[in-house]
């Protein structure tokens, strides 16, 4: 049964800061992995989604890395601003159709 | 107006009361499906759906049931609420073409008290 982790559970910064979120997982025979943000009372909002066969995916100032032989993956927010305070779920898609979720990291960017 | 709908967005119910969530989509996708989100975890699981004939346990389906009324329309069914059942519920979309991709509604907030 693939377990995703993510670390930190929460983290705070000043704004202007570079930040990277961690998501592991324990089964490497992923078909992808999504990053999403959760804004309180709304639904999950796809930030980007990295292919097995692929390294690295970039939206903007978010960058995202996969290493699947290690079952890691990475999330860089790149000068944060106080609208990227959030909640960032990782998830890995095992190619049926079904998403395994993260606990998430809790984002505070504080001005 | 959202893609993905969910009603109500959030019930205050009694334990052992009947519950219906309804989720409507107009992305005109195939697969659905409901998910749970407690707090300080990941969402889980519950139901999905690959078309309206096509009905699927999730990782938490006990104490649940699901109904594909039509392509458009996947309800969860809490036949007699418990506490352990308060939850964010979360309906989601895909299209068969793009499974790797799925949409996400707002949410409902239960509370059984």
């Known amino acids: 049964k693939q377990e995703v982790t993510q670390i930190p559970a929460a983290l705070s910064v000043p704004e202007g800061e570079n930040l990277v979120l961690n998501c592991s997982f324990t089964?490497?025979?992923?078909?992808?992995l999504q990053w999403f943000r959760q804004d309180p009372g709304k639904g999950l909002t796809s930030l980007l989604l990295i292919q097995s066969s692929q390294r690295e995916q970039t939206s903007g100032r978010l960058n995202a890395s996969l290493d699947k032989s290690s079952g890691r993956s990475t999330l860089y927010i790149a000068a944060s601003q106080p609208g990227d305070s959030a909640t960032y779920l990782c998830a890995t898609h095992s190619g049926y159709s079904t998403l395994t979720f993260g606990k998430g990291t809790m984002l505070l960017v504080s001005p | 107006d959202a893609d993905v709908t969910q009603t109500p967005r959030n019930r205050i119910t009694k334990t052992g009361k009947r519950i219906m969530l309804e989720c409507s989509q107009t992305k005109g996708h195939d697969r659905m499906y409901w998910y749970r989100q407690d707090p300080g975890l990941g969402l889980r699981l519950i139901y999905y759906?690959?078309?309206?004939?096509?009905?699927n346990k999730g990782e938490i389906s006990d104490g649940y049931s699901v109904s594909r009324q039509a392509q458009a329309k996947f309800s969860l069914s809490l036949e007699s609420a418990i506490p352990n059942q308060t939850a964010l519920y979360f309906c989601?979309?895909?299209?068969?073409?793009?499974?790797?991709?799925?949409?996400f509604g707002p949410g409902t907030r239960l509370t059984v008290l």
């Open positions: 989601a979309t895909s299209d068969e073409r793009r499974v790797d991709t799925q949409y």
């Open positions: 089964d490497s025979a992923i078909y992808n």
């Open positions: 759906s690959f078309d309206v004939k096509d009905i």
